[in-house]
């Protein structure tokens, strides 16, 4: 079993950034993908953004803006996030994939496909 725990989220003004982190301990290694979802008051939990040991993917509405990245040797990933738009307010899960065995270029993208998650931390980008 897997533990994972978000820190990094908060209140920050539009065009600002913040840089999320997901410590994992465990059962974890970096054959795992790693995902960062988001869910907004009223709408369902999305994909932001993931990463596996080949690729990378991003949802088209953070594009350019948010960066995923993983430190194999602290096991942790972050999610840097530049020009925060009010949209971007959500609380924010990281989760780690169902599968260790990932094929080259394959990133998973639906929550079916990750099996643990974290608490899930807040962010806000106010009006």
């Known amino acids: 079993q897997v533990q994972l725990v978000e820190s990094g989220g908060g209140l920050v003004q539009a065009g600002g950034s913040l840089r999320l982190s997901c410590a994992a301990s465990g059962r974890t290694d970096s054959n795992y993908a790693m995902g960062w979802f988001r869910q907004a008051p009223g709408k369902e939990r999305e994909i932001v953004a993931a990463?596996?040991?080949?690729?990378?993917y991003y949802t088209d509405s953070v594009k350019g803006r948010f960066t995923i990245s993983r430190d194999g040797a602290k096991n942790t990933v972050y999610l840097q996030m530049n020009s925060l738009k009010l949209e971007d307010t959500a609380v924010y899960y990281c989760?780690?994939?169902?599968?260790?065995?990932?094929?080259?270029?394959?990133?998973?993208?639906?929550?079916?496909?990750?099996?643990?998650w974290g608490q899930g931390t807040q962010v806000t980008v106010p009006s």
């Open positions: 989760a780690q994939s169902r599968q260790a065995t990932l094929a080259r270029n394959y990133v998973p993208r639906s929550a079916a496909e990750f099996g643990s």
């Open positions: 990463i596996s040991w080949s690729a990378v």
